[in-house]
């Protein structure tokens, strides 16, 4: 496999700009400064993980975990380039492009959860799984009416992006399709900050491939972005159905490090008991599960750590217990970077399964960390509460905003217009739009302005409208989400 990181790093970028062309360490810089300042990065600040926090502890928003995550993949990037540039001559420009690249993609994994994360997630694929064919019946009017069914072509393909919603498709959609100020075509970010933000590969509503790569378990781009994700892969000349950007793996191994580690140090708190009783439950699942068919230096290096922390109770002082979870942290990181160095050829050919294999001391050690934070969710009432109250929550604001996809698409643009003129007309329909930011309006309208004749017309115009309310009930945070509910409600 010819490995060539030129053709890996593109200045290209979605839509034609005005000003000319920055070399490629300006351009890389320029996509990072326009994330950090986006509104849509922001946002993260008042999103929160699952994990039940300790009493004496602040609680983590998920911008915390971003930052976190492209510290780590930063410190893995920086690693693997001084190697590329001690043994394959990579430029100090080139470099810092890809570590820039990695890093930004880190920042936009999770800029499309929706409030309440998973709980948020479940309720919008149950709300259209139980609602969206009827709804789909009362606003598409066919000639053979009596055939619309559930389980009608058309209705599933309408569906099939809700059905399937999760945050990795929805971070696409909010890249690329929602603009601030006068940038209409979203952050306009380079095609190999986009790919290497891009982990699943599968468009919604198709069937997952019997593959060992795990690129096709999740969806990862809705029928909306299609196109956009044939021109990112394109640009690469990759097959968009097969084959992983290579810097993906470390964005997905970053992630999982930080993500396993924030909530380690979310739901041990101050307590010097409760830090030990965890890392002893992590140690003992560590060892029943890591087989050393294989062993790495990092996994002695990991037992180490693990059996002073959960023994001799380094754990106890808050800087001991910082200082070993940085270790453990650079301890996965060193082995990451080896990893890719070593499995080069396997990333840029998408054959890879994964940055850390599954039977790798590493990979067990964050396994064996989430089933413990797993067991904290589980068992903390407080949590599943949430979890519920989020759930439902979403749910509501649904049904309020439902009332948008049950009628007729020229009931709706007429709807649409009225809210866009500020119409004093009074109607339940143009009130409710205009509750939705114009940037999704503006989304929609593009979407449906591209839109043919075809006899299915109707129906992909009511999935650009469910999009429209997806993409703003997506776009809330759990406080602005309840806020929105309790205003519906009546106050």
């Known amino acids: 496999m010819d490995i060539d990181y030129a053709k890996i790093l593109k200045v290209d970028r979605m839509h034609q700009q005005t000003q000319p062309v920055r070399p490629l360490l300006a351009e890389s810089e320029h996509d990072r400064r326009k994330l950090m300042f986006s509104p849509a990065l922001q946002r993260l600040a008042h999103l929160y993980p699952a994990y039940p926090p300790s009493a004496d502890r602040p609680r983590n928003s998920k911008l915390v975990l971003a930052l976190q995550a492209a510290q780590i993949a930063r410190s893995i990037t920086t690693q693997i380039t001084i190697h590329l540039e001690h043994n394959q001559h990579l430029s100090r420009d080139a470099s810092a492009a890809i570590i820039n690249t990695v890093e930004s993609a880190c920042l936009i994994r999770d800029i499309g959860e929706p409030p309440f994360g998973s709980g948020g997630e479940a309720a919008i694929q149950r709300w259209f799984a139980d609602h969206g064919p009827a709804s789909i019946r009362a606003a598409c009017r066919t000639n053979a009416q009596r055939e619309l069914t559930a389980s009608d072509a058309r209705v599933v393909n309408a569906l099939a992006d809700f059905t399937e919603f999760c945050s990795h498709p929805q971070s696409l959609r909010v890249l690329t399709k ?31 491939e019997d593959s060992d790569t795990q690129a096709h378990d999740y969806a990862g781009f809705f029928s ?9 892969w394109s640009a690469f000349g990759y ?33 010097p008991l409760t830090r030990i009783h965890a890392f002893e439950t992590i140690k003992n699942t ?4 890591y087989i050393p068919a294989d062993p790495d230096p990092a996994d002695e290096q990991i037992m180490n750590l693990l059996s002073a ?11 001991s217990f910082t200082d070993l979870c940085g270790a453990l942290v650079d301890t996965i990181c060193d082995y990451a970077a080896r990893q890719f160095i070593e499995q080069q050829s396997a990333a840029f050919s998408g054959t890879l399964i994964r940055l850390l294999p599954t039977e790798s001391g590493s990979a067990t050690l964050l396994t064996a960390i989430q089933t413990y934070l797993h067991q904290e969710i589980t068992g903390n009432t407080h949590s599943r509460q949430l979890e519920l109250h989020g759930y439902a929550t979403v749910v509501r604001l649904l049904d309020h905003f439902g009332v948008l996809l049950q009628i007729p698409t020229v009931q709706f643009q007429a709807a649409l217009e009225r809210a866009n003129n500020a119409a004093n007309h009074f109607d339940v329909e143009s009130r409710l739009l205009t509750l939705i930011p114009a940037a999704c309006r503006s989304a929609y309208a593009q979407l449906v302005a591209q839109l043919g004749h075809g006899r299915d017309v109707e129906f992909e115009e009511w999935n650009a409208r469910a999009h429209l309310v997806v993409d703003h009930i997506a776009g ?11 205003a519906l409600n009546g106050g």
């Open 178 to 208: 929602f603009h601030w100020g006068n940038n209409r075509q979203g952050l306009n970010l380079c095609k190999s900050t986009l790919a290497a933000h891009i982990q699943y590969l599968r468009i919604a509503g198709s069937e997952a």
């Open 224 to 232: 909306t972005e299609a196109g956009m994700m044939k021109s990112i």
């Open 239 to 271: 097959d968009p159905l097969s084959q992983r950007f290579p810097l993906n793996y470390i964005v997905e191994a970053a992630s999982a490090i930080a993500s396993a580690f924030g909530g380690i140090e979310q739901t041990s708190g101050d307590d």
């Open 286 to 289: 560590w060892m029943s599960s």
């Open 309 to 319: 922390a959960s023994s001799d109770g380094s754990a106890q002082g808050d800087d």
């Open 476 to 486: 809330l945070t759990d406080e602005s989400a309840l806020a929105s509910l309790y």
